[in-house]
């Protein structure tokens, strides 16, 4: 920290830097060489400019000076597709399982005793591991169906005010065991959107009704304007091309660019020519996939016995055809995937070695992975290091993007609405 009111320098935008209530001052720009100080004022980033390498000092009396000595400042990570009521239950689990299905399964059993305090702590400890990884903002996925009924939606749209001061949450509402297959399916997840969801969520792979699973899901999303997120296409069976249905839907609802896909993994064991025409059908519809790699690679290819497939989406592909790609966490030390610490850049790390994204080049889109292209899907258009944004970022001590995914390591400061936080301010 450095003492402001000290030694003013003279300066172009000086007065966003009088007038400043937090400044970072000497930190790097992603790709420049030349350190910036950001002044930020009210929860908005109101001047990025040369550094003057005094530390701040023009900053007023009151605010805070972050000596950001050459650190890395990128925006707040984000975390597109998590699910917060179903983390941390590997110590429950009657049997360990090995197939989508048995987690399914597993998990349907295990909801039977979850309670609005269980799931708000097991939520909260999520959420305390990604505020400590440099999580700003998290769309986390919360089901309804007959057994939990609107419980975790109630519990997770409290938590949503909660923790706002320390990141934002989306919520997706979703049916994770079908919605046809429910009584009560149609009717929570309309009495969810009322009551606040902001994501409406599908999941076909797991209803035996694809299409009117599909039909309800786009009608409700139409009726009340919001954007759509699916869990899709999770195996590694060529045949599985649920995509195509969204992608034609998609065009017909016009819902062009917010419709998010979250999985898609068959895709990666479709041969190429046809793959590579899905990949363009997705762009032409402005769908955004999400890549879950701890559990897209634990799930698919269990079965070869020879050469085992990686059962990821190509996101190469995806990616050369103009498909804005993410990567999240998704689980976390459950049924579904039985690892996890809550660091987003473990998944990072993970997707780069297994989808040979390993050039200098590559670590920087594998950083957008997780910044600039989820901050597309989840439409926050003021999330970057400029004035006009949010002042929701992290410095990592770190030269550049390839330094931030080889350390793995927790960012040194967290900024989230113009205020330094820390995962342990967060509620209990
Ligand atoms: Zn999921």
Do not use: W
């Amino acid at each position: 920290m450095t003492k402001p009111g000290e030694d003013t320098p003279a300066r172009a935008g000086g007065n966003a830097f009088s007038s400043a209530d937090l400044v970072v001052a000497g930190a790097r720009l992603r790709g420049g060489t030349a350190p910036v100080d950001i002044a930020v004022r009210g929860g908005s980033i109101t001047a990025v400019e040369p550094s003057t390498g005094t530390g701040g000092r023009d900053a007023p009396p009151g605010a805070q000076v972050v000596d950001a000595g050459g650190r890395l400042v990128v925006p707040g990570l984000i975390e597109s597709h998590l699910h917060l009521e179903k983390a941390y239950l590997l110590d429950r689990l009657p049997y360990d399982a090995v197939t989508l299905d048995d987690a399914i399964t597993l998990t349907a059993l295990l909801k039977k005793n979850f309670t609005p305090e269980d799931m708000r702590a097991r939520a909260l400890r999520v959420l305390r591991g990604a505020v400590a990884h440099g999580v700003t903002h998290v769309r986390c996925h919360v089901e309804v169906d007959d057994t939990l009924m609107s419980s975790a939606m109630e519990t997770m749209t409290a938590l949503r005010e909660e923790v706002s001061k320390f990141v934002t949450l989306q919520i997706v509402v979703f049916p994770q065991d079908g919605l046809t297959t429910q009584r009560h399916g149609r009717e929570l997840m309309r009495r969810a959107v009322a009551s606040g969801a902001d994501v409406v969520g599908g999941i076909p792979y797991n209803d035996p009704d694809k299409e009117g699973h599909l039909d309800f899901v786009f009608e409700l999303a139409v009726e009340h304007g919001l954007p759509l997120d699916f869990h899709i296409d999770l195996s590694d069976d060529p045949r599985q091309r649920d995509i195509l249905d969204v992608v034609e839907r998609t065009h017909q609802a016009g819902l062009h660019g917010r419709v998010t896909a979250g999985h898609v993994t068959s895709l990666g064991s479709v041969p190429a020519p046809q793959a590579s025409e899905i990949c363009a059908a997705i762009a032409e519809a402005g769908i955004h996939v999400v890549v879950l790699p701890a559990t897209d690679v634990y799930l698919n290819g269990r079965h070869d016995t020879q050469a085992p497939r990686r059962g990821l989406t190509p996101v190469r592909m995806l990616r050369d055809a103009g498909v804005n790609v993410s990567l999240a966490t998704n689980n976390i030390q459950n049924p579904f995937t039985p690892f996890g610490r809550g660091n987003i850049l473990d998944s990072a790390l993970m997707l780069a070695e297994l989808c040979h994204l390993g050039t200098a080049r590559d670590a920087e889109y594998v950083l957008d992975m997780m910044t600039g292209n989820p901050a597309e899907a989840l439409r926050l258009p003021a999330h970057a290091i400029t004035p006009g944004a949010d002042a929701d970022l992290v410095l990592f001590d770190a030269a550049d993007a390839r330094g931030v995914l080889n350390d793995c390591a927790r960012p040194d400061v967290v900024v989230k609405h113009g205020r330094i936080v820390t995962a342990k301010e967060l509620p209990r």
